[in-house]
Nanobody, 122 residues
């Protein structure tokens, strides 16, 4: 079983919402920053949001700020990405990842989940 497991992807129409979940092993959850990334066909993997271990610092990519919310649930060792006002440009495979260093740069992340597909139709 992976140390990071994403779920919650699917297909929605533009304007809709989805909530992605990233279930982490306990050792990772309580020691690492967790970030969400996405990769659209033909594009590089890009940072979407990141949250510190304590949840006291959060960063968002400009393209999602105000529409996406990252949060942590300590009771479930899970990090969520609530996505609202989705557009076709949000279509991508979404990955969660963990790192000792909180940032939106994928190359700083050590642990990765398998990804979950999000498709937004117009």
């Amino acid at each position: 079983q992976g140390q990071l497991v994403e779920s919650g992807g699917g297909s929605v129409q533009a304007g809709g919402s989805l909530r992605l979940s990233c279930a982490a092993s306990e050792s990772i959850y309580y020691s690492q920053c967790v970030g969400w990334f996405r990769q659209a066909p033909g594009k590089e993997r890009a940072g979407v949001a990141a949250i510190t271990v304590r949840g006291d610092a959060i960063d968002y990519a400009g393209s999602v700020e105000g529409r996406f919310t990252i949060s942590r649930d300590d009771a479930k060792n899970t990090v969520y990405l609530q996505m609202t006002s989705l557009t076709p440009e949000d279509t991508a495979i979404y990955y969660c990842a963990a790192s000792l260093y909180c940032s939106l740069s994928a190359d700083r992340y050590t642990y990765w989940g398998q990804g979950t597909q999000v498709t937004v139709s117009s």
